[in-house]
């Protein structure tokens, strides 16, 4: 129902800076949320940002708070991470993904997502 497509990752040196972008296709919702997600090396796939579909409303995990901003043009069906100041410890394949909604604790569904992005931080 809800296709993603990232793109714009690569190689880039600390300090550096990259775009992401991700291409939402197929039927949306004004209650959905967009989301980026990475996965690093051996690590755990975990949360980098969302922000609703109707509401400009950001949260950013705590490890990329002032470094990371997560946006969308709704007119294009697009989501966008810009990304600052990046460290190696960036490095990881970045995911985008959809929340179609709540369940009953308040936290999002996460169901529909791209097939990523990586992302090289060099020292």
């Known amino acids: 129902q809800v296709q993603l497509v990232e793109s714009g990752g690569g190689l880039v040196q600390a300090g550096g800076s990259l775009r992401l972008a991700c291409a939402v296709s197929?039927?949306?919702?004004?209650?959905?949320?967009m989301g980026w997600f990475r996965q690093a090396p051996g690590k755990e796939r975990e949360f980098v940002a969302r922000?609703?579909?109707?509401?400009?409303?950001?949260y950013y995990a705590d490890s990329v708070k002032g470094r990371f901003t997560i946006s969308r043009d709704n007119a294009k069906n697009m989501v966008y991470l810009q990304m600052n100041s990046l460290k190696p410890d960036d490095t990881a394949v970045y995911y985008c993904?959809?929340?179609?909604?709540?369940?009953?604790?308040?936290?999002?569904?996460?169901?529909?997502w791209g097939k990523g992005t990586p992302v090289t931080v060099s020292s």
């Open positions: 922000i609703p579909w109707t509401v400009n409303s950001t």
């Open positions: 993904a959809v929340a179609r909604g709540y369940d009953g604790l308040g936290r999002p569904i996460w169901a529909y």
């Open positions: 197929g039927r949306t919702f004004s209650n959905y949320l």
